[in-house]
């Protein structure tokens, strides 16, 4: 999965825009993935305090671990 798959799926879901950002940090309570040289980043903006959630190597790693957050989180049964 890379982050145009993960997009039409939470546009599908009606995921609401300001609650995440594929493509660097963004201002707000939000899920970011933030790309950084070679590793990508998972990172929860909570209203500027920044939460670590976990570095990954591909696109794939980190959009399969952002839906699976994502799916916890609006208890999608797919």
């Avoid at 799926?9 to 493509?23: A, T």
């Amino acid at each position: 999965m890379n982050r145009d798959d993960l997009k039409k799926i939470l546009d599908v879901k009606k995921v609401p825009h300001m609650s995440y950002s594929l493509n660097g940090l963004k201002d707000g309570d939000c899920l970011c993935i933030v790309q950084d040289n070679k590793k990508w980043l998972l990172v929860h903006n909570d209203r500027g305090s920044k939460n670590y959630i976990g570095d990954f190597n591909s696109e794939d790693e980190i959009c399969s671990e952002f839906y699976a957050i994502m799916k916890r989180n609006y208890n999608w049964t797919n």
